[in-house]
Structure formats: C-alpha cells, structure tokens
C-alpha cells in the first residue's frame, strides 16, 4: 500500500481528534474506524455467484417431474431452468440443449433424468460454464454407446418391445410405455393415481433415439455425480452403477423407481448442491 501526503496528513488529523476525547470514547472511534476498513474490505471481495441449475426430463416425462426438485433449489436461492426436451433424436435433441446453453452466462450444473442423460452428455462437451454434470438414475453413454446397448447391458429392465405402443407421426415413430404397464416400469413407488395420469400424459421418445449412437462423452472432462435408483425397473441398478464408475462420479444411491427425482426430492437436490459450489461473479 502506498501513503500520500495528504493520507498521511488526515491519519495524523484523526489521531489527533482521537487523543482529545475521554477513552472510553476513543475505544469506540477506534472500533468504528475498525469496522469501517473490514466494510470496505468486504465490498472489495469478490460476490459469490450460484450456478444455475438446468434441469432435462427424458422419455415418457416432462419438465413437471422436476418440480419437487426446482422448489428447494429455488428456496436456496439457485436459479433453475427445466426446458422442454424435444424427444426427437441424440443429434437434434442435444443440439437444442446446446442452443438453450447459449443464452446463459456465468456457471451452469446440467441435471438429467433418463434419456436426457445422453442429452446433456453430448450438448456439454466444450462449454467452458458448465461445471458439473449430475445423473439421476439417467443414461451415461461413452463415445458410440446407444441407450438401447446400455439398457440392455445388464439384466433387469422391464422395458421391453412388449411394454410399448407405437405410433406413426409423420416421418418416423414414437414410442409410449403402455398405461398398463407405466407405473410397474417407471414410477413404482408412487401412488396409482399420479401415474395414471403421467401415462396418460407422457410424452413420447422418437424410437431411433434407442439405437442412434452417442457422441465425445462430456463426463469425461466434466466432474459429475450421480444418483443410483436401486428399485429402478427401467435401467437396472447395476447398469447405473456401471455408468457412475465409468464416469469417476461422485455417486449416491437412494431406495427409489425409476422417477428418483420425484419420489426422492431432497435426497435428489442434495446430489444437486453438492456438486454446485459458488464461483466468483
């Protein structure tokens, strides 16, 4: 620190007054003095910004199973986005994610849920603002990887080509786990009739997504977590497990279905913060 003339000519006045007054009353000019030098040595720190929280729903779901979570992130003070995932192919779907990325600045945490784990896998590779990756009980697919390889990798899964409707739209086919069978598959340890209604409407996976290979893995230079689902009779426990190792996460399991994130909030939100550490604005 340098010291001016008149630095030095205003500490000398200061002193002076100081050394005019009863002590008791020094003490206290000294301790005002005090507290206003850490004042300004606050307001020159830099302010700690939290990252927002990006949140991408997966096949037969949408943005509302996050709602659970987005609460209490929004309480702690994170700002959250939950867009829509288009559903429509690997390529398409992770480039619309990637667009959306665009638009934000300061650190982003991508979360995803199921399929939207091979969405955020793709879009995320070479984006310097986004920090951290977290899986909940979501594909982590390795360069070339399909979901239907991985799926399928372990035993377990109770999706099957039985365990779908299909219907044409045009140009291609999307797929619907049957209303008979949607609760059993994604959602089982919530009550009946919120599932009857998410089955009803679920919204559907374009079915070349299954086989269509993924791209460079951003988990691979990204620090992720993730949230293994133990009851999950979509992608078996054992296959998340796989993907976590693989991918050096930071990993958390919860007694949950498939739908972690809406029977398990807070559980699924602390996965979340863990890995969302403030950075300087």
């Not at 697919?141 to 044409?168: H, I, M, S």
């Not at 797929?175 to 009946?192: M, Q």
């Not at 054992?238 to 976590?244: L, P, V």
Request: charged letters at 15%; aromatic letters at 6%.
């Amino acid at each position: 620190m340098s010291f001016t003339r008149r630095t030095l000519l205003a500490g000398s006045a200061a002193a002076a007054t100081l050394a005019g007054l009863p002590a008791g009353a020094a003490q206290a000019g000294a301790a005002q003095a005090g507290a206003a030098q850490a004042g300004a040595a606050q307001a020159g720190a830099p302010h700690r910004k939290k990252p927002t929280i990006v949140l991408v729903h997966g096949a037969f779901a949408d943005a509302s199973g996050w709602a659970g979570v987005a609460r209490i992130l929004q309480r702690d003070g994170y700002p959250v986005l939950a867009p829509a995932n288009p559903l429509r192919s690997v390529a398409g779907d992770a480039a619309y994610l990637s667009s959306i990325l665009a638009t934000l600045t300061g650190p982003v945490v991508l979360v995803a849920h199921s399929y939207g784990g091979v969405v955020i896998t793709n879009a995320a590779t070479g984006n310097p603002n986004v920090k951290a990756l977290v899986y909940v009980a979501a594909f982590a697919p390795d360069q070339g990887e399909t979901v239907q390889g991985l799926q399928l990798k372990y035993p377990g899964t109770k999706l099957g080509e039985d365990a779908l409707d299909f219907r044409p739209y045009p140009g291609s086919i999307d797929g619907y786990v049957k209303t008979d069978r949607f609760r059993e598959i994604f959602a089982a340890d919530l009550p009946k009739a919120t599932t009857d209604f998410m089955a009803a409407s679920q919204r559907p996976g374009d079915v070349h997504t299954l086989g269509e290979p993924s791209g460079a893995p951003a988990w691979k230079t990204i620090p992720s977590a993730y949230l293994v689902a133990r009851d999950d009779n979509l992608i078996p426990a054992a296959a998340q497990r796989f993907m976590a190792r693989r991918a050096r996460s930071r990993t958390t399991e919860v007694d949950a279905s498939h739908v972690a994130m809406i029977s398990q909030p807070r559980v699924t939100a602390a996965v979340i913060t863990s890995v969302s550490g403030k950075e300087p604005a």
